[in-house]
């Protein structure tokens, strides 16, 4: 093969070693990110990671202490927002309150001095795009919520940025209005092809929405990959932890086998599990994630961990169930219906055996675990 | 009977505070020159007034005054509001508490040190000692009224106008100023009002070229209470009462 055949197409946006400290305290530190054209990239991460202040950068509205980042190549760091082609869909949407929904929508192409015959055929387009042709002389505080978010992501589409940044735009909906604005989102990014930076906190959204996402915390990235990558094999008790359900049950590496597989000493049960990502040494401590849909409950006389139920909930598709094991920590198992299983159904208080569907445990180093 | 006690009390107040006024006012009309009795109703002191060319001048010179005061005082003041609400640099809490300093000092106090620093730079004393001094005194009530509308502004709404592309100019003028005009049009007011009837800092200040109506009243109250004065009162209360329902109409109207 030669070079140019692996080369990967290079990146539209290429972040490297930003930092940013807020009076002495690292908000973000060498932060290295390539984001390609036409991606849905998600920032993730809990409050005070420094997701916010990463796109914020990107916008134009703080100044990195460190680092460079380059739009098509072109380090953009020096430019003030209004030269930026980047548009900004922002939390709480900032609609200009003192203009009608059009005045709003229209207001990039004003600033850019565009002839107001195009500026009307632009902004109808748009509110077509986004179902809000005939809510356009009213002001933003005579819509709902969604129509709100929808008139923002208009208002930030209708300059056709090279990238789109969205800090966390879908949190003030309710449940069922975030569900239908996730789509419409994906829908809006495949019809105009634009690159998409988004930016949450609520994990199931990542995961729903991203091609890649970005796990950030305390100001550093955690783990860079598909949501699959991130969700099935976590590079961190954090990652593990923060996206999705995890069951963490305490486990000691015995021994490593030829094949790279592993036995471990799982909670007084010596088992042979998948070959960790990292090089296992005797005596490791680990940990091993199972996420509740891997679980599997049998009944006492089977083989497996024991432990009894302790609170079972219906949850329309699947059962959930917390089993405090005898050996330890409680588990979350999440069951899906299966008309072979007629008993499927435990009581609380039933004693159960725990076990999991073979090859699908994840192993970690025990960061908690003293060295 | 409390309640009663409390109308009575409700009423008592309200007496004392319109009492004055409508005495002025009646006045006014009085056909009779003597502040004591009723002579019919009469135009004549408005005549007197109109003709009173010394007392038209001061007049005239004082709206000027106020006005000049209101205008400056609201563009420095707003600017230096933005300046304090948006940014963060180094001795903004010091500025700050200078401004409160400002408010605070006896006028006195503004009026001697404000006259030994004209005299110090050799200035002739007239309109533009009076503006200057009048702009400093109204300052911070302009900048902590213009503050306080500021302080709910949503900032994210000039950084959504930049990110839009507009410059910081246009920021200022398509989002700031239509948002917040409220604010400017009562800190205008203020400024005026205050300019109108300062007596203090213009007795320090006025040149003998240019005379202005507190002044001037001042000076011919003391020979004797001339209805003229009440004519005067009358229409600058008229002014007023026009003044405040006309930003009450322009506030009620923006609201709804």
Same mark, same amino acid.
């Given at each position: ?229 991130? /969700? ?108 072979? /299983? ?30 | ?15 004392? #505070? ?21 002579? =019919? ?50 001795? @903004?809490?010091?500025?700050? =508490? ?18 030994? #620093? ?68 009562? =800190? ?65 109207? @923006?609201?709804?």
């Amino acid at each position: 093969m030669t070079d140019a055949a692996t080369a990967k197409p290079s990146p539209q946006l290429s972040l490297r070693g930003l930092a940013k400290r807020f009076d002495g305290k690292a908000v973000l530190s060498d932060i290295q990110l390539d984001i390609h054209d036409g991606e849905f990239i998600t920032l993730l991460g809990p409050s005070g990671c420094g997701k916010t202040t990463l796109l914020r950068m990107l916008a134009g509205f703080e100044t990195p202490d460190e680092g460079s980042i380059r739009l098509d190549g072109a380090d953009i760091v020096g430019l003030p927002p209004n030269h930026r082609p980047l548009n900004t869909v922002f939390q709480n949407y900032a609609l200009f309150p003192h203009m009608t929904v059009f005045q709003n929508v229209a207001y990039g192409l004003r600033m850019e001095r565009c002839p107001a015959a195009e500026i009307r055929t632009r902004v109808e387009q748009m509110l077509a795009m986004v179902q809000l042709s005939e809510f356009a002389a009213r002001k933003p505080h005579q819509l709902s919520g969604g129509q709100q978010q929808r008139v923002a992501i208009a208002r930030a589409v209708i300059k056709r940025p090279r990238v789109l940044l969205l800090d966390e735009p879908l949190s003030a909906l309710d449940f069922k209005l975030r569900k239908t604005m996730q789509l419409e989102l994906k829908r809006i990014q495949r019809e105009l092809g634009i690159t998409f930076v988004f930016v949450t906190h609520d994990q199931e959204e990542a995961l729903s929405m991203s091609d890649r996402v970005v796990v950030l915390n305390q100001g550093q990235i955690e783990q860079l990959g598909t949501p699959r990558e991130v /969700y099935e094999r976590p590079a961190s008790l954090f990652v593990a932890r923060f996206v999705g359900e995890a069951n963490l049950l305490p486990g000691e590496i015995a021994g490593v086998a030829d094949d790279g597989r592993v036995q471990v000493d799982v909670m007084g049960q010596r088992m042979l599990l998948r070959r960790p990502f990292f090089p296992a040494t005797p005596g490791q401590k680990v940990k091993i994630l199972l996420r509740p849909e891997d679980m599997r409950l049998g009944t006492a006389d089977e083989s497996g961990f024991p432990g009894r139920v302790l609170e079972r909930s219906y949850k329309g598709s699947t059962l959930d169930a917390v089993v405090r094991l005898d050996a330890g920590p409680d588990i979350l198992a999440s069951e899906f219906f299966d008309e072979d /299983y007629p008993d499927f159904d435990h009581r609380r208080g039933e004693p159960v055996t725990v076990t999991w569907v073979p090859s699908w445990e994840w192993l970690l180093p025990d960061a908690d675990a003293p060295v | 009977m409390s309640r009663w006690l409390l109308r009575g009390y409700l009423a008592l107040v309200y007496l004392l #505070l319109y009492l004055p006024i409508l005495v002025l006012v009646v006045f006014a009309f009085n056909d009779n020159r003597s502040a004591y009795s009723w002579g =019919g109703f009469s135009w004549r002191w408005f005549e007197a007034l109109f003709n009173n060319r010394s007392l038209m001048d001061a007049a005239l010179n004082s709206l000027l005054l106020a006005a000049s005061t209101a205008t400056l005082t609201m563009i420095i003041g707003t600017l230096t509001a933005v300046a304090l609400q948006r940014y963060r640099f180094r001795g @903004k809490a010091a500025l700050q =508490g200078m401004l409160f300093v400002v408010m605070m000092s006896p006028e006195i106090v503004m009026a001697i040190s404000l006259l030994a #620093l004209f005299i110090l730079l050799g200035m002739q004393l007239g309109f533009v000692s009076l503006l200057l001094a009048h702009i400093t005194f109204c300052l911070p009530f302009v900048v902590i009224t213009v503050y306080a509308q500021l302080s709910g502004f949503d900032n994210r709404l000039m950084e959504a106008a930049r990110d839009l592309g507009a410059s910081e100019w246009q920021t200022l003028r398509t989002v700031l100023l239509p948002m917040i005009w409220p604010a400017l049009l009562a =800190g205008w007011l203020l400024g005026f009002t205050l300019s109108l009837d300062d007596v203090v800092v213009s007795t320090f200040m006025t040149g003998p070229g240019f005379d202005v109506l507190p002044l001037r009243i001042y000076s011919m109250v003391r020979i004797g209470l001339s209805p003229e004065v009440n004519a005067l009162g009358a229409l600058l209360l008229l002014l007023s009462l026009i003044s405040l329902m006309l930003s009450h109409l322009i506030l009620t109207r @923006k609201r709804s």
